[in-house]
């Protein structure tokens, strides 16, 4: 298996398991949109692709890609001390490829490029129900700092 920096023909398939995951937690929550409505997904994608402050890391294997890890660099918010962080945005391996060490390996590889960044604090966000998703980030050393509620209003 090979763990490369993702370049634009990367993209399909980066589309492809990214609507896997954002459906996915549209089904824990309709709070979240399908990924049908997502207008500007590729867009958005190929900007990310093109930015010097984000990576995507694809692992494959045989010329199939078997995940993908999205990390940025961003400017830390003023209540905290370092001066940028950098986050997790998302991260995803197929089904048929989970359990076998992809993800942890793609995360190791993500912390390498965000070492170059001079990067020393990350952070991520996962949704309060997906248990092995919790799960797996705290294996790789997470812990809980931060707690974000929500609350609907009635009109």
Do not use: C
């Amino acid at each position: 298996m090979t763990i490369r920096i993702a370049n634009k023909q990367d993209l399909p398939s980066i589309l492809k398991m990214a609507s896997e995951m954002i459906d996915y937690h549209h089904s824990l929550d309709k709070y979240y949109k399908p990924s049908a409505d997502y207008k500007n997904l590729e867009e958005t994608m190929t900007a990310d692709l093109n930015d010097k402050d984000v990576v995507f890391l694809i692992a494959e294997e045989n010329g199939k890609t078997l995940g993908y890890i999205r990390g940025v660099v961003e400017s830390a918010p003023e209540y905290i001390k370092p001066k940028k962080i950098g986050v997790v945005f998302d991260a995803f391996v197929e089904d048929n490829a989970r359990e076998s060490g992809i993800g942890k390996q793609l995360f190791e590889e993500l912390k390498k490029w965000f070492a170059t960044k001079k990067v020393k604090h990350l952070e991520l966000s996962v949704d309060a129900r997906n248990s092995a998703g919790i799960a797996f980030w705290k294996k790789l050393g997470f812990s809980d700092y931060k707690l974000r509620l929500r609350q609907e209003l009635n009109d």
